[in-house]
């Protein structure tokens, strides 16, 4: 069993949408929760961080962590076209190692 | 701002060749690490560092190598090149001091191995 499942898609939604994004995880340990967005061609890139349980938002887009589900999530709401990205989450319990999802692949139609 | 760069974007090889990925931070971070990333299978550590000199395996070491002379430079060496590390290798760097071990990425190497 890996350590982190995340829906590769693709997705696509139109613009104006909300997204929802979510990863799984089987560690009861980690605690430290991250969201990546990496555009095509470059390397990820810190979108949003939470640490333990809870909700955090930051404009468009809030980060949801169930550490008893052992469920995270993203929204995206008002969906523009740049936000088309894959969209990585990662996870750890120290904050040394960080264990990466597969990526969700995420197309927002003009 | 935070810069992560590797010294090739493309890069092709031919089995068995030895295969040096150099990666080059600016901002003095501590940590940095080798990742290679494929489809459907996410990115994977392949080695990190806390500090010149010293080396973490990460989950998939195996036919890598790794060198750390100076903190900001961080060096993945494939000994002997084999198809099966045709992928995308990426760097990254993050401050080793709390969260939330931002990690910041470099740009990407994409090895083909024919």
């Known amino acids: 069993q890996k350590e982190v499942e995340q829906d590769p898609g693709p997705l696509s939604v139109p613009e104006g949408a909300i997204v929802s994004l979510n990863c799984t995880y089987s560690?009861?340990?980690?605690?430290?929760f991250m969201w990546y967005r990496q555009y095509s061609r470059k390397g990820p890139e810190l979108l949003m961080y939470?640490?333990?349980?809870g909700n955090k938002e930051d404009g468009r887009f809030t980060a949801q962590v169930d550490k008893s589900s052992k469920y995270i999530s993203l929204f995206i709401r008002d969906s523009q076209p740049s936000d088309s990205a894959t969209y990585l989450c990662?996870?750890?319990?120290?904050?040394?190692?960080?264990?990466f999802g597969t990526g969700t692949s995420l197309t927002v139609i003009p | 701002d935070v810069k992560v760069t590797q010294s090739s974007r493309y890069l092709v090889k031919r089995t068995g060749e030895k295969v040096f990925l150099e990666c080059v931070q600016d901002?003095?971070?501590?940590?940095m690490f080798w990742y290679r990333q494929d489809p459907g299978l996410g990115l994977r550590l392949i080695y990190f560092?806390?500090?010149?000199?010293?080396?973490e395996k990460g989950d998939i070491p195996e036919g890598y190598s790794v060198s750390r002379e100076k903190k900001e430079r961080f060096s993945l060496i494939l000994e002997s090149a084999s198809t099966n590390q045709t992928s995308m290798y990426l760097c990254?760097?993050?401050?080793?001091?709390?969260?939330?071990?931002?990690?910041?990425f470099g740009p990407g190497t994409r090895l083909t191995v024919t």
């Open positions: 990254a760097s993050s401050l080793y001091t709390g969260p939330p071990y931002e990690q910041y």
């Open positions: 560690n009861s340990a980690f605690q430290y």
């Open positions: 939470t640490y333990s349980s």
């Open positions: 990662a996870m750890s319990s120290t904050g040394n190692q960080f264990y």
């Open positions: 901002m003095d971070h501590e940590n």
């Open positions: 560092s806390y500090d010149v000199k010293m080396k």
